[in-house]
Each structure stands twice: as C-alpha cells, then as structure tokens.
C-alpha cells in the first residue's frame, strides 16, 4: 500500500514538473 501512495506522489510531482517546463518553454519561446 505505501508503494502505491510512493508511485502515486512521484507521478503527480512528475507532471507538475512536466507542465512547469512546458509553461516555461512558452514563456520562452
């Protein structure tokens, strides 16, 4: 059950960090 909760915060921190770079990516661009 713990590496469930584990998977499922790296994958949501995975995502925000995703949609950070591509927020930033369009900000530069």
Do not use: C
């Amino acid at each position: 059950m713990d590496r469930l909760v584990y998977i499922a915060s790296a994958t949501a921190a995975r995502l925000e960090t995703a949609q950070a770079v591509a927020a930033n990516n369009l900000a530069n661009a």
